[in-house]
């Protein structure tokens, strides 16, 4: 009985050492700590409409920022009940911010009605509720580009419209470019275009490792771009496979030059939203060649939370994987001392 109580303050021990809390609930919303913004879906939650209003006044221009809480709330909106957005339109009307949630809420009440499953698995009548409600936000995100035609958010949701619905290559070319007019180097619009290149997609692999080289080449320190390569590398190579794989596949100089990159990228994006999700792609690819100190140090910022972070999201037991990379990642860190 000893020795197993002194194993297990062993154990804790560790787990302090690395900052790491081995049974703590994780947020399968967010993919890293935001109090603020946490504050304000509570709020809205309970119908409180002003704070979200005030998070996107404070955001001001910075459109990565913005992209980041439109995402949250419109999808709150979608999952939780949209009571506070419909007080929200009623105080404002034509409010260009209330207007832009309600179109994306519409593109997540799309994509919800579809379901995760693939097509194979989705019956006609989601597909055919899936199109209707992707039509209607075609509209509504146009509706909400006209009442502030500087944002490129409204044009950045629509790339999953654009998606869902098979836009022409015309088409897709014309989105892109009101997108990169009026911010070109927009992380939520890269991921997304990142998808709809895929093969899984309108794409092919090709395509999207070709998509994600010129984006992470011509991005500017900070932009978080440099994750695109990784995110498509293991869209080809480890999506629902990666257990099959031998490790030194992560562990090629390619493949740890990209790594490196994205983590010069990372310490010079302190502050952007969509660091934690980058942090989560670097633990996960760090674990997988081996640096293991370097990986804790990237779950160390994002423990707790999980979001919607590759490769978690395409676990079948997302919060059971990502526990099990974590606990593996720390007993590297150890016993091997990298």
């Known amino acids: 009985m000893l020795v197993l109580i002194a194993l297990g303050s062993l154990a804790a021990l560790v787990w302090i050492r690395y900052g790491l809390l081995p049974l703590r609930p994780l947020?399968?919303?967010?993919?890293?700590?935001?109090?603020?913004?946490?504050?304000?879906?509570?709020?809205?939650?309970?119908?409180?409409?002003?704070?979200?209003?005030?998070?996107?006044?404070?955001?001001?221009?910075?459109?990565?920022?913005?992209?980041?809480?439109?995402?949250?709330?419109?999808?709150?909106?979608?999952?939780?009940?949209?009571?506070?957005?419909?007080?929200?339109?009623?105080?404002?009307?034509?409010?260009?911010?209330?207007?832009?949630?309600?179109?994306?809420?519409?593109?997540?009440?799309?994509?919800?009605?579809?379901?995760?499953?693939?097509?194979s698995a989705t019956s006609e009548a989601q597909f055919e509720a899936f199109h209707q409600a992707l039509g209607d936000a075609r509209y509504d995100l146009a509706h909400a580009a006209d009442l502030n035609p500087e944002d490129p958010t409204p044009h950045s949701k629509e790339i999953w419209v654009a998606l869902g619905l098979g836009y022409s290559p015309d088409m897709t070319r014309a989105l892109w470019d009101r997108v990169t007019e009026r911010a070109p180097h927009l992380m939520a619009a890269h991921h997304g275009m990142l998808q709809y290149r895929s093969r899984k997609w309108r794409g092919s692999h090709t395509e999207a490792r070709e998509f994600a080289a010129r984006a992470a080449?011509?991005?500017?320190?900070?932009?978080?771009?440099?994750?695109?390569?990784?995110?498509?590398?293991?869209?080809?190579?480890?999506?629902?496979?990666?257990?099959?794989?031998?490790?030194?596949?992560?562990?090629?100089?390619?493949?740890?030059?990209?790594?490196?990159?994205?983590?010069?990228?990372?310490?010079?994006?302190?502050?952007?939203?969509?660091?934690?999700?980058?942090?989560?792609?670097?633990?996960?690819?760090?674990?997988?060649?081996?640096?293991?100190?370097?990986?804790?140090?990237?779950?160390?910022?994002?423990?707790?939370?999980?979001?919607?972070?590759?490769?978690?999201?395409?676990?079948a037991f997302p919060k059971l994987h990502y526990r099990l990379v974590r606990t593996r990642t720390m007993w590297g860190a150890l016993l091997r001392r990298r």
């Open 27 to 119: 947020n399968s919303r967010l993919a890293g700590p935001d109090p603020l913004l946490e504050r304000t879906l509570k709020a809205a939650v309970a119908g409180e409409w002003k704070p979200a209003a005030q998070l996107l006044t404070d955001a001001g221009k910075d459109w990565d920022r913005r992209d980041y809480y439109v995402q949250h709330l419109s999808r709150s909106a979608a999952w939780d009940g949209a009571a506070w957005l419909d007080t929200w339109d009623t105080a404002r009307p034509q409010d260009p911010d209330v207007a832009l949630i309600r179109a994306c809420t519409q593109v997540e009440l799309a994509w919800k009605a579809r379901g995760a499953r693939r097509a």
């Open 217 to 315: 080449q011509d991005a500017p320190p900070g932009s978080l771009l440099t994750v695109l390569p990784l995110a498509a590398w293991y869209e080809e190579f480890a999506c629902f496979a990666e257990e099959r794989l031998h490790p030194e596949v992560f562990r090629t100089p390619h493949l740890i030059a990209l790594v490196d990159a994205a983590i010069e990228d990372a310490e010079a994006a302190d502050g952007h939203p969509e660091l934690p999700w980058m942090r989560h792609v670097l633990g996960y690819f760090l674990y997988r060649q081996g640096r293991y100190r370097a990986a804790v140090a990237q779950f160390r910022h994002v423990d707790g939370y999980i979001g919607a972070a590759l490769p978690w999201r395409y676990s």
